[in-house]
C-alpha cells in the first residue's frame, strides 16, 4: 500500500537554529499538508498546498514557517528559528483531491522535533 | 469555532472487553466524522468514516455511528485484541476548506 515517507522520525535541534523537515507524499496525489501534535494537546492544521503554492494556513503558520515542493517529489516544511513551544510532532499528509470529506487524507509516520 | 472533543485517556483493557471512546463535536455547517489510528511507531490511518447523519462506520471491528441530535460519534468495539492497542483520534472535516479538526488522542493498551 502507498506510503507517506517522513524523514527524520526524530530532530533536535537548538533554539534559534533553522529546521527542514522533510516528506514524499504518495506519486499521484495533489494536496499536501502538515500537521503538528504538541504533546498532550491536539492535532493541529498548520498548512495546506496545492499546485505550487499555499492553499490555506492557520493562525500558527507564521512568517517564521515556510513550505516548498523543491523537486516534484519531496515536500518541506521549515522553521527558520526555532523555538521551544515548536517542540512537537510534524506530520505531513496528503491527498487525490481536496475536500476531506471525499477519501480521507495519507498521513505519514511523523517527525518528533525537541528543541532545546 | 469547530471542534472536536474526546474522551481522555489512557484507557487499559483486557482482552475480550467492550471498548467505547467518546466523541462530540462542534461544527459549523455538516461536517464528515472520523476516526483515525495510529499504531506504535506508524502514521495516522483512516480507521472508519461517516459523511452525513445517521451513518454508520465500520472497519475491522470498530464501529461509530454519526449522531446529529447528540453531535456524536463514538467509537465502539465488542471484544478488543491486543494488536488494537494505539492511539485513537476523532476527526471532522468540513465542506469548504482542505483541514481537519482533531481530538486530543485516546490512548488505548489491551492486555493479555
Known amino acids: 500500500e502507498p506510503e507517506v515517507t517522513q524523514t527524520p522520525s526524530h530532530q533536535v535541534t537548538q533554539m534559534g537554529q533553522e529546521v527542514i523537515l522533510r516528506c514524499v507524499p504518495i506519486?499521484?496525489?495533489?494536496?499536501f499538508y502538515w500537521y503538528r501534535q504538541i504533546l498532550g494537546q491536539k492535532v493541529e492544521f498548520l498548512v495546506s498546498?496545492?499546485?505550487?503554492?499555499?492553499?490555506?494556513k492557520s493562525e500558527i503558520f507564521d512568517d517564521q514557517f515556510s513550505v516548498e515542493r523543491p523537486d516534484g517529489s519531496n515536500f518541506t516544511l521549515k522553521i527558520r528559528s526555532t523555538k521551544l513551544e515548536d517542540s512537537a510532532m510534524y506530520f505531513c499528509?496528503?491527498?487525490?483531491?481536496?475536500?476531506?470529506?471525499?477519501?480521507?487524507?495519507?498521513f505519514g509516520s511523523g517527525t518528533r522535533l525537541t528543541v532545546v | 469555532g469547530d471542534s472536536v472533543t474526546q474522551m481522555e485517556g489512557p484507557v487499559t483493557l483486557s482482552e475480550e472487553a467492550c471498548l467505547t471512546i467518546?466523541?462530540?463535536?462542534?461544527?459549523?455547517?455538516?461536517?464528515?466524522l472520523f476516526w483515525y489510528v495510529q499504531y506504535p511507531g506508524e502514521g495516522l490511518q483512516l480507521l472508519l468514516k461517516?459523511?452525513?447523519?445517521?451513518d454508520k462506520g465500520s472497519n475491522k471491528g470498530f464501529e461509530a455511528t454519526y449522531r446529529k441530535e447528540t453531535t456524536s460519534f463514538h467509537l465502539e468495539k465488542g471484544s478488543v485484541q491486543v494488536s488494537d492497542s494505539a492511539v485513537y483520534f476523532c476527526?471532522?472535516?468540513?465542506?469548504?476548506?482542505?483541514?481537519?479538526?482533531f481530538g486530543t488522542g485516546t490512548s488505548l493498551t489491551v492486555i493479555p
Open positions: 499528509a496528503s491527498s487525490v483531491r481536496s475536500r476531506g470529506k471525499s477519501n480521507g487524507y495519507t
Open positions: 506519486s499521484n496525489h495533489l494536496y
Open positions: 498546498f496545492y499546485n505550487n503554492e499555499i492553499s490555506e
Open positions: 467518546n466523541c462530540t463535536y462542534t461544527a459549523t455547517g455538516y461536517p464528515s
Open positions: 461517516a459523511t452525513k447523519a445517521d
Open positions: 476527526a471532522l472535516s468540513l465542506n469548504t476548506g482542505n483541514q481537519f479538526y
